[in-house]
């Protein structure tokens, strides 16, 4: 089913998100407020992103170069109120991250998702985003979207929901 430029439903969200984000290149990692962000060019040059509300971590190798409990960390000699001022560990790797990513360019060769909505994006030169949804609650783990496009997202009936709200 298709609202208003919105693929919804289990079957489409499958096929979906896999065909959204296989070919895209990982351009920049990131967080706005509690939630990760991770920033792609589609094969068109069209932007891309994954906008994480649970736990998610990016590795190069075997090695976690950046995990959303990083944004609980005071980097250095920050003060107390670090988060409200970007300013946590998972902001200085982050920012460190996407020059790395920006110069090496990694693109997503393969998407895989299992039905309790754990998500792998497999990049080349190593890198990998996974995100595994880790609370019992009905809310939205994970979207992927094309800025102005199509959303795809864990548990797909949110992504229903979200696209019923959008018809005028």
């Not at 896999?18 to 351009?27: E, I, S």
């Not at 407020?33 to 075997?62: K, N, P, S, W, Y």
């Not at 060769?109 to 019992?136: C, H, I, M, Y």
């Not at 864990?154 to 229903?160: A, G, I, T, W």
């Amino acid at each position: 089913m298709e609202v208003k430029g919105l693929v919804v439903g289990a079957d489409a969200e499958l096929t979906g998100v896999r065909r959204l984000l296989t070919g895209a290149v990982l351009r920049s990692v990131g967080r706005a407020v509690d939630m990760g962000a991770v920033e792609l060019t589609g094969e068109q040059g069209e932007d891309l992103a994954l906008h994480i509300q649970c736990a998610f971590r990016v590795l190069h190798e075997d090695q976690v170069l950046l995990g959303s409990r990083d944004m609980t960390y005071v980097r250095g000699d920050a003060e107390a109120d670090a988060f409200d001022n970007f300013a946590t560990a998972c902001d200085g790797r982050a920012a460190l991250l996407s020059r790395v990513l920006g110069g090496a360019r990694p693109k997503i060769e393969s998407v895989l998702q299992n039905p309790a909505g754990a998500l792998t994006l497999k990049a080349t030169r190593g890198f990998s985003v996974e995100v595994f949804p880790d609370r019992s609650a009905t809310e939205e783990s994970w979207r992927a979207f094309r800025r102005g496009g199509e959303h795809f997202g864990f548990p797909p009936s949110l992504v229903q929901e979200f696209a019923a709200d959008a018809r005028p």
